[in-house]
């Protein structure tokens, strides 16, 4: 059991409250409301902050195949925590999730594909393509991997309409700082394309995972502008600091603060101050479909978080909004 942060409020001060949704949220239950339901309380959620509608940075869609690989991965072995339930929420057609992304009014969304192997990245950048010509609202999303011929096809990806990249070290299981990631990210920088980088050690501690890699990839790239996925769980304070350190870096809020979370990879309540001083530069971002829950709790527990409709509203909407020109 990677059960490496279970005991973090220990040194970190008391874990967050927790407290189940309306919609019937639990530690690791899935939604029973309808998904009209589900959706007009998305809905009451932005429009009491005065938006017209969310911005969510950190959803997945792939090749149905592939998609349902992750599924499997998840619901069978939790992933790789003892006795962790995941069922996945949102087990659907693909037609079926955009539409449901949409009646919660979820203006822009996007992609997140990864590869696990070498030559994967290049097939999955041309589905992309595809999809994001059939998905207007999706920001085109394609990915990399450390390997010949990365700097081609990242300018090709860009060139093709990429609006944001989503790298993820645990799964692809290499160093951030690889050489042969390097070009690559100072195309990225060069260009001001966002990277959603997977890179803390939740919810399994992987080879390269956590702060110190990407502290040297930001050395030399300080101008990338990374998104840390899931704010860096269980790494939080660390990579909050990265992002108070490099303008550039944000962090999107992808599961953190749930039930579900809190229940082992807790946020220090000591950080909170820090979280809202960076508030414009938090992002919205869900996991939907691979959640174990319903999408509106991740929105709960944002706003039980006590920092403010102003913060919510730059997180939920704004900061995005900016960040891809929306």
């Known amino acids: 059991m990677h059960d490496h942060r279970t005991a973090a409020g220990d040194s970190a001060g008391p874990a967050l409250p927790t407290a189940c949704d309306a919609a019937g949220a639990g530690p690791a239950g899935a939604s029973g409301a309808a ?12 429009g009491r902050l005065g938006l017209p509608g969310l911005v969510d ?6 090749p149905e195949r592939v998609m349902h690989k992750v599924w499997d991965y998840f619901e069978a072995r ?11 929420t949102y087990r659907r057609q693909e037609a079926e999730r955009t539409a449901l992304l949409r009646q919660f009014g979820v203006r822009a969304f996007t992609a997140m594909l990864y590869p696990h192997k070498p030559d994967m990245a290049r097939w999955l950048n041309g589905w992309a393509v595809d999809f994001a010509r059939r998905t207007p609202d999706c920001l085109h999303t394609a990915t990399l991997y450390p390997e010949p011929g990365i700097e081609s096809y990242v300018r090709e990806g860009i060139e093709a309409g990429a609006r944001v990249f989503k790298a993820h070290v645990q799964v692809g299981a ?20 966002p990277v959603v980088l997977h890179c803390g050690s939740g919810p399994a501690p992987g080879e390269h995972t ?7 990839v930001l050395a030399r790239h300080p101008k990338l502008r990374l998104v840390i996925a899931h704010m860096g769980m269980p790494e939080y304070e660390e990579f909050l600091d990265l992002a108070e350190r490099y303008e ?5 809020t992808t599961m953190a603060f749930t039930d579900f979370t809190e229940g082992f990879l807790p946020f220090p309540r000591r950080a909170l101050p820090r979280l809202s001083a960076l508030g414009d530069r938090i992002l919205l971002g869900s996991d939907f479909p691979n959640i174990p829950y319903p999408y509106v709790h991740q929105l709960h527990a944002l706003e039980r978080l006590g920092l403010g409709p102003e913060w919510l509203r730059a997180v939920c909407h704004d900061n995005a909004t900016e960040l891809f020109g929306l």
């Open 78 to 88: 939790g992933p790789l925590i003892d006795g962790l339930e995941w069922p996945i």
């Open 35 to 46: 998904p009209e339901k589900e959706a007009a309380e998305v809905r009451r959620f932005w």
């Open 248 to 252: 550039q870096v944000r962090l999107d």
């Open 174 to 193: 290499y160093d951030p700082a690889d050489e042969l990631l390097d070009r690559a990210w100072g195309v990225l920088a060069e260009t001001g394309t």
């Open 57 to 62: 940075v950190h959803t997945h869609f792939m």
């Open 210 to 216: 956590g702060p110190e890699p990407v502290a040297r």
